[in-house]
């Protein structure tokens, strides 16, 4: 019986985390497996059951790792949400890909970002858009996440420390915006900054209560049209509105 735990365990061990042999671009490819097989498992509610060729590629590049406190890199290609300090967490890589995929970005887009974090879902979008600018509200975490992006190459991506429910009104209008913190509702301002035919994905409601995520679009005469796509859990979209 021990024995069956210990060889249990060791096994876990061997496919949890990235071994020195393996290394991590294989603990990678095998969490966009399981991307992938959440994205099936959860295609009746989200109308989604594979994911854009560009979102795969994006997700087996970006090196979720390096975006993660240094203790948890050997955990950080688990499908689940880790702590990146100050109360804040990176998001679970399934919602990253879905989110990503729900923006439909096409090279050349003006994407914009509502909560930089650690700034691996703007590294995610910067594979696939044309320029990315990213908002977070926490300096520390704006700073840090800027530096990073910049030291990893990310030259189509631009930071700034400020609350995003205002947008970024010098860069309009934007193609997509991708909030990622959820909201009791969707920001005028960042409505106001969509491009007619864009698309906004971002989570409603509270912190206690059951949180949706939800797509928006922006018709061409700009009216909206809004469908929502799954249950999630994200932390709140903070700042003086
Ligand atoms: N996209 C991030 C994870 C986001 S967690 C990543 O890939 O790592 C949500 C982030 O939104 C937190 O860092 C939080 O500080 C930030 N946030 C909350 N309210 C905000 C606001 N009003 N403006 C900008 N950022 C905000």
Redesign the pocket.
């Known amino acids: 019986m021990k024995r069956h735990f210990a060889l249990g365990a060791f096994l876990f061990l061997c496919f949890a985390f990235p071994s020195r042999g393996e290394g991590y671009d294989a603990a990678r490819h095998r969490m966009v497996e399981e991307v992938l097989s959440d994205a099936n498992a959860t295609s009746s509610y989200s109308g989604r059951a594979a994911f854009s060729p560009g979102v795969i590629a994006a997700m087996e590049k970006v090196e979720r790792h390096r ?1 993660v406190p240094a203790a948890l890199s050997l955990v950080a290609y688990l499908n689940r949400p880790l702590p ?1 300090g100050y109360g ?4 679970q890589p399934f919602i990253v890909a879905l989110m990503t995929d729900l923006m439909k970005v096409k090279a050349g887009d003006k994407v914009l ?9 703007a590294a995610v979008l910067a594979e696939m858009a044309g320029s990315v600018y990213s ?4 300096e520390p ?1 704006g700073k840090e996440a800027g530096e990073r992006l910049q030291s990893l190459g990310y030259r189509n991506v631009q930071t700034r420390v400020g ?3 205002y947008g970024w009104p010098e860069a309009v209008p934007f193609d997509a915006i991708m909030v ?2 959820a909201a009791s509702h969707v920001p005028p301002p960042l409505i106001k900054q969509l491009k007619p035919g864009g698309r906004m994905v971002i989570p409603l409601g509270t912190q206690f209560m059951t949180q949706y995520l939800m797509l928006v679009e922006k018709q061409m005469d700009g009216t909206l049209t809004t469908r929502q796509i799954l249950p999630v859990r994200f ?1 709140p ?3 003086g509105h």
């Open positions: 975006f990146i804040q967490t990176i998001s970002e509502i909560g930089t974090g650690s700034g691996y879902q908002i977070e509200i926490i975490l609350d995003g429910y990622t913190a932390v979209l903070t700042g």
